[in-house]
């Protein structure tokens, strides 16, 4: 006796033709927002059901590159009523510009997001810059 039952016809039919044609559609990658605070980027991408030691940040020439995996709840030998949850590895990576300080990345990982906290760089802040002098000139007559 099954206890869920198939409701989108639509749904089914994109899973058959995904099946067969061998495209399965897959999540573009990883939902992201990102966003600028004072100094401060911050970065959250959604991976829920990830298990935390899955995920893999590499950072190389201002690319942080963001793996993760996600194994499904059932075995081998499970036959499946539905299956919509995406499994497997994802990737994504992020461009970062100059400005932003890649030795001081700090992440954590808490209820299914991957969160990035990314420092402008200390070379890339507005600064004052001092000027010297101060006694006018006096001119001098003929």
Known sequence: MQMLMRT???RELDRLVDRVWGTA????????DAW????????EL????VNPESIDLDVERNVLTVKAERKP???E??????TERPAGTF????????????????ASYEAGVLKL???VAEQAKPRKIAISGGESRKELSS
Do not use: C
């Open 73 to 75: 709840a059932y075995g």
């Open 117 to 119: 906290r990314i420092p």
């Open 77 to 82: 030998n499970t036959e499946t009523v539905i």
């Open 46 to 49: 959604d991976l829920p059901g």
């Open 36 to 43: 600028r605070e004072g100094e401060t980027f911050f970065v």
């Open 8 to 10: 989108d016809p639509f």
């Open 25 to 32: 559609a897959r999540p573009a990658g990883m939902p992201m």
């Open 91 to 106: 990737s994504r990576q992020l461009f970062l510009g100059e400005t932003l300080d890649i030795e001081k990345i700090e």
